[in-house]
Structures are given as C-alpha cells and as structure tokens.
C-alpha cells in the first residue's frame, strides 16, 4: 500500500489550495482518512478526518478548531484519493501535510495505518 500525496503548493494570504493523495496497492477496504500536518517545533497535529462510514451512510468528518470553516476534506472512493481543500489560508497554515489512511488490506485484516510523505505547503503575508 502506497499514498502518494501532491506535491509542494505555495499561496499568499487568504488563498486557496487543494492537496490530493492517491492510495494505491492491494487495498480491501479504506477505513478512516486523514490529514496532519507539523510545523516545527510544534508537533504533528490532526487537520481534518474522516471516519469509517458504512453502505449507506459517509463517515462524519472532524476538524481541527483552528481551520473549521476554512478546510474541507473528502474522498473519492472509487479512485480511491483523499482531498484537502484548503481556503483562506492563514501564514499560520505553514506546515508539512500528511497524508493518513487506515486501510484493511483483506476481509480479516482490522486494518494499519498508513502515512504519505510530507507536502510542504507555505503561505506568505
């Protein structure tokens, strides 16, 4: 199992930037996703996640206090991508993003975290 994330983004005050991640390899079921992201010396903190939904219903989201209402996350289950649409980004919003996903890789697996390599995105006053 790979995540591949999107690549590093840059934006002034109060833009806009979406980052992507594909989760690709032998996957059987995508449990809860997720975006972190650390900004040193801080440690890495939860962005935004979405929990394990079921047939009928999507999982519920979470947001960090810090960018609700500014942040957006969602999924794409059949291709299997996880997005981060970010608005109105803050210089504060400066921070390496990881992608995360808890994925089953067969019927009998609970299930592993996984992680993307970082995402730098900066934002500038």
């Known amino acids: 199992v790979q995540l591949q994330a999107s690549g590093e983004a840059s934006c002034r005050l109060g833009g806009s930037l979406r980052l992507s991640c594909a989760l690709t390899g032998s996957i059987f079921r995508v449990n809860a996703v997720a975006w972190y992201r650390q900004a040193p010396p801080k440690e890495r903190e939860l962005v935004a996640k979405?929990?394990?939904?079921?047939?009928?219903?999507?999982?519920?989201?979470h947001y960090a206090d810090s960018v609700k209402g500014r942040f957006t996350i969602s999924r794409d289950n059949a291709q299997n991508t996880v997005y981060l649409q970010m608005n109105g980004l803050k210089p504060e919003d400066t921070a390496v993003y990881y992608c995360?996903?808890?994925?089953?890789?067969?019927?009998?697996?609970?299930?592993?975290?996984?992680w993307g390599k970082g995402t730098q995105v900066t934002v500038s006053s």
């Open positions: 995360n996903a808890h994925i089953s890789t067969s019927p009998y697996d609970y299930g592993v975290n996984y």
């Open positions: 979405i929990d394990s939904g079921t047939m009928l219903l999507s999982g519920s989201t």
